[in-house]
């Protein structure tokens, strides 16, 4: 039967008419996309998940600043330095930290990695002459050494930095085979984040302490070099206490440490989104044959 239509028979009809025509076909292309599901879940390789939640620590800001701890706001828009550090988790600057270490690109890119010849190289797979020739279509390497542009992609996509919630906390994820270099990995990309940041904040705060101090000696207004020193004075202040301060900009609420047993891909999930796939498949073939012999 094609899928046509005739000026007594409505199209809704007709389609589910189609269909139950090549049942046959749609219902093959359902179990072999099943049992690829099924297969892809018995050889995905489970992981543990751990995560941090954070929120904004105030108690580094200047000695006029009212607000004190954590800043229950949800006001996303407004660009403050823990909004800074939760950009820098998975920012270039983070990411090229993590590249000048050896030993820890090693175990990100354990794969890659042959310690008996002891040089980066390109995993064999039978996905690679697919992945070499899309990457003739876009002009691109298929593979190139593990670099600090390869971790930044990395993070982009292995650590899920979760929207704020009412309160203004954050949820910072990641899940590894190993439990262990899962949370120190995950903790060591907090804390270079919150270092990247207060590294920025330190360097424009430096350029504005000297350009206050070259003002205030080129003031002589006496009540304009008051309100500068007053300036003056809180700009040194805020750098003093962020340079004590070890949980600015932002403050550690809950930390998630991995289970005892690690965590699969989810099981019905992926089989039913492999069923539908294979209907939607299985239709597409059964409407490009009908339309092929009825030409």
């Known amino acids: 039967m094609s899928y046509e239509t005739n000026a ?69 828009t407004k660009v403050t330095d823990y909004s800074l550090f ?5 920012s270039h600057a983070t990411a090229e930290v993590i590249a000048s270490d050896p030993e820890l690109m090693k175990q990100l890119f354990m794969n890659e990695w042959n310690p008996e010849t002891g040089r980066w190289e390109r995993p064999d797979g039978p996905l690679n002459p697919l992945k070499d020739w899309l990457s003739d279509l876009k002009g691109t390497k298929p593979w190139y050494p593990p670099d600090a542009y390869r971790v930044e992609t990395f993070l982009k996509n292995q650590i899920d930095v979760s929207d704020p919630d009412q309160f203004g906390l954050t949820t910072i994820s990641y899940k590894n085979v190993d439990p262990e270099f899962a949370m120190n990995f995950l903790m060591k990309v907090v804390n270079i984040a919150r270092g990247t940041v207060i590294e920025s904040i330190k360097a424009d705060l430096d350029k504005q302490i000297n350009y206050l101090a070259s003002k205030i ?12 020193i007053r300036e003056w004075n809180d700009k040194t202040a805020k750098q003093a206490t962020i340079q004590d301060s070890d949980s600015y900009p932002a403050i ?27 209907l939607f498949v ?14």
């Open 217 to 228: 000696t080129e003031q002589s207004n006496l009540s304009m070099q008051q309100a500068l």
């Open 282 to 295: 299985g239709l597409l073939i059964a409407m490009v044959r009908s339309a092929y012999r009825n030409r």
């Open 252 to 278: 550690i609420i809950d930390i998630r440490q991995p289970g005892a047993f690690p965590i699969g891909p989810p099981t019905v999930i992926i089989v039913v989104a492999a069923m539908l796939l294979g």
């Open 8 to 76: 007594s028979e409505h199209p809704i009809v007709a389609f589910f008419s189609f269909i139950g025509s090549q049942k046959r076909t749609l219902l093959t292309t359902m179990f072999i996309f099943m049992l690829l599901g099924i297969l892809y879940v018995i050889m995905a390789t489970p992981t543990y998940p751990v995560s941090v939640t954070v929120g904004e620590n105030t108690r580094a800001t200047p000695p006029d600043n009212r607000s004190v701890g954590l800043v229950l706001t949800r006001d996303t």
């Open 86 to 90: 939760l950009y820098s988790i998975s």
